[in-house]
């Protein structure tokens, strides 16, 4: 049979636990810039995107004007900026499912 801690001595270590896990400046200075990055890898990615598309775009009227030779280039580039384009609706969707699954949460 096992003995439970008197409420007194688990709360002292509940508080020294809780203590030593509360946030710093220098903890919440770093979510910050982790919050930044994160925003500068989307417009990274959404930049990486449009040139892909810009790319594609040009190849493409190369090969209807006849000044691409080799029309894999265009066949390659037209496939990267389809694919690149269905990931990001793909990660878009998520996240705008993953907002309103926490607006519907309940406080």
């Known amino acids: 049979m096992a003995l439970i801690p008197p409420v007194s001595a688990g709360a002292s ?15 919440s200075a770093a979510s910050t ?20 598309q810009t790319k594609a775009d ?3 009227q190369d090969a209807a004007t006849g000044k691409l030779k080799n029309i894999e280039e265009y066949l390659i580039a037209a496939s990267d900026a389809q694919l690149s384009t269905q990931l ?7 996240a705008v499912e993953s907002f309103n699954e926490i607006m519907r949460m309940q406080i």
Not at 88 to 94: D, E, L, P, Y
């Open 13 to 27: 270590s509940i508080n020294s636990t809780i203590a030593t896990q509360r946030p710093s400046a220098a903890d």
């Open 33 to 52: 810039q982790r919050g930044n990055d994160f925003g500068d890898s989307i417009g990274s990615a959404l930049d990486n995107l449009q040139a892909s």
């Open 58 to 60: 040009g190849l493409a």
């Open 88 to 94: 990001t609706v793909a990660v878009r969707n998520k």
